[in-house]
T-cell receptor, first 110, second 113 residues
């Protein structure tokens, strides 16, 4: 069965410092991974997908199949980055099942 | 505006009183899903639907029912709610392949007393 692990419940960094939110996965097939973000009192939003290799709001994430990781990174944290971040893995025949990690709360200290 | 709409946003009910949380999307998405979000547990999938009349259980389906009679609607039914179903519920939809990413509703905060 697939599993997504986000080892940190809470991560606090100072404004301007680098950010790395960790995500490890367990899946026997070819992984399709995502990062979702939930700002205070708002709905979840897709932040980025590993297949598109994009950078959104300065965030990037690289899939490392050897380490089964998909860590989210940003070189310089901003206060508006404070939110809950969820790593998710798509699986199933049509990749229609999305398994989420338990989330990491990022707090950026001014 | 493309969106997923859930109603109600907040609901307080008593144990055993049947309730339905509605979910509607206007993007002609094939795939819809329900999640519950609990502190320390993240999001857990309750049920999902790959298309009209096609539904299947997620990770935590006990105590819930769903139906998909129309493509746009995917209601979540609690036949006999219990206090352990107090949670924040999210509906989500996506095109056929979830590589395009889910669109989430605003959430329904349910309290069962």
């Amino acid at each position: 069965a697939q599993r997504v692990t986000q080892p940190e419940k809470l991560l606090s960094v100072f404004k301007g410092a680098p950010v790395e939110l960790k995500c490890n996965y367990s899946y026997s097939g070819s992984p399709e991974l995502f990062w979702y973000v939930q700002y205070s009192r708002q709905r979840l939003q897709l932040l980025l997908r590993h297949i598109s290799r994009e950078s959104i709001k300065g965030f990037t994430a690289d899939l490392n199949k050897g380490e089964t990781s998909f860590h989210l990174k940003k070189p310089f944290a901003q206060e508006e980055d404070s939110a809950m971040y969820y790593c998710a893995l798509a699986s199933g025949a049509g990749s229609y099942q999305l398994t989420f990690g338990k989330g990491t709360k990022l707090s950026v200290i001014p | 505006e493309a969106q997923v709409t859930q109603n109600p946003r907040y609901l307080i009910t008593v144990t055993g009183k049947k309730l339905t949380v509605t979910c509607s999307q206007n993007m002609n998405h094939e795939y819809m899903s329900w999640y519950r979000q609990d502190p320390g547990l993240g999001l857990r999938q309750i049920y999902y639907s790959m298309n009209v009349e096609v539904t299947d259980k997620g990770d935590v389906p006990e105590g819930y029912k769903v139906s998909r009679k129309e493509k746009r609607n995917f209601p979540l039914i609690l036949e006999s709610p219990s206090p352990n179903q107090t949670s924040l519920y999210f509906c989500a939809s996506s095109p056929r392949h979830t590589l395009y990413g889910y669109t989430f509703g605003s959430g329904t905060r349910l309290t069962v007393v």
